[in-house]
């Protein structure tokens, strides 16, 4: 994320079928716990409200890497859409990503993170 935060690692959004996208650990189950489980349930209320979650993603040996958004992936999982909305750390090769669009500015990739909000200094 370093790298995104500094504009060395360019960032798109892009549209990831759900079938390439993969956890980082595939042994974690985030809906294991109530929390998680609940947290799950919430997003997908967003969701069906029209309010999509992206997750931040990084291809590798042409799949998706889902490093940190679990709920989010097991939402996209429950509710199997075609594609995921996603922040791509890098310029997405994949010929199945669509709506690719980027990079985004460095100063905006701040506040994607929460870690500036808008008329902030960054």
Known sequence: MHGALTGEVPVYFAAVPLSLLRPFSPDYDVERHPVGRAA???LM?????GRYARAWVYERDNAFIVADDYV??????RGQPDYVPCWVLGRP???????????IDPHSVRRLLGLSHEGEPD
């Open 93 to 103: 090769i994949s010929a199945d990503v669509v709506d690719v669009q980027g990079p």
């Open 45 to 49: 209320q967003e969701c069906a409200a």
């Open 40 to 42: 799950v349930e919430a």
């Open 72 to 77: 989010i992936l097991a939402a996209a999982r």
